[in-house]
């Protein structure tokens, strides 16, 4: 079974500091990894996605993630944060299902408060 | 281009009520799915279709029915409504996958469904 989990609930950082939020996963074949943002009372956005292409994968918002089989980690980062970045992140883990779909399995998030 | 819509936005049930919630899109996609948010959980998938006429179950489906009657329609009903079923519930829609590839899951802006 597939799974990742995400270190910190809550992470707040002040505005332009480093943002850094964790996702490791758990996968028995090389997986497929996400990042999506959830903005206040909307629905979910893909911010970025890892596909066995390069290991350092650029989103969208000045976001990127790398993927590090060694410690099974695909965290998110940011050089410097907006106060339009507070929002909840979620990292996901896809797997091929039987009829041939995508099915996502999501994290627990990360809730984002940027510091004026 | 709508994306994918969700009616309705909010809807407030009693125990033992019965409701549809809708899903639409407009991107003529093939599979489409529904999930539930609840806080500390992530999204948990409930149900999912890979064409019209098709459903299959995901990972939370008790208590819960669907419909994919049109390609572009897929209904999520409640029998008969419990407080556990308090929730977000979000709709999402994607492309039929090509061999080798991954296709990015669009979402709908939620429902948010209290039972009392």
């Known amino acids: 079974a597939q799974s990742v989990t995400q270190l910190g609930s809550h992470v707040s950082v002040s505005e332009g500091a480093l943002v850094l939020l964790r996702c490791n996963y758990s996968s028995s074949v090389p997986p497929y990894l996400f990042w999506y943002v959830q903005y206040p009372n909307q629905g979910l956005q893909l911010l970025l996605k890892?596909?066995?292409?390069?290991?350092l994968v650029k989103g969208i918002n000045g976001f990127e993630a790398e993927f590090k089989k060694s410690e099974t980690s695909f965290h998110l980062t940011k050089p410097s944060a907006h106060m339009s970045d507070a929002a909840e992140y979620f990292c996901a883990v896809s797997r091929i299902a039987s009829f041939g779909n995508e099915k996502l399995t999501f994290g627990t998030g990360t809730r984002l408060t940027i510091i004026p | 281009n709508a994306g994918v819509t969700q009616t309705p936005k909010f809807r407030v049930l009693k125990t033992g009520q019965s409701m549809t919630l809708l899903c639409a899109q407009d991107m003529n996609h093939e599979y489409m799915y529904w999930y539930r948010q609840d806080p500390g959980m992530g999204l948990r998938l409930i149900h999912y279709s890979v064409g019209e006429g098709t459903t299959a179950k995901g990972e939370v489906p008790d208590g819960y029915n669907v419909s994919r009657l049109k390609k572009q329609n897929f209904l999520l009903g409640l029998e008969s409504a419990a407080p556990s079923q308090t929730s977000v519930y979000f709709c999402?829609?994607?492309?039929?996958?090509?061999?080798?590839?991954?296709?990015?899951?669009?979402f709908g802006p939620g429902t948010r469904l209290t039972v009392l």
């Open positions: 999402a829609s994607s492309p039929q996958r090509l061999a080798g590839g991954y296709n990015e899951q669009f």
């Open positions: 890892y596909t066995s292409a390069a290991t």
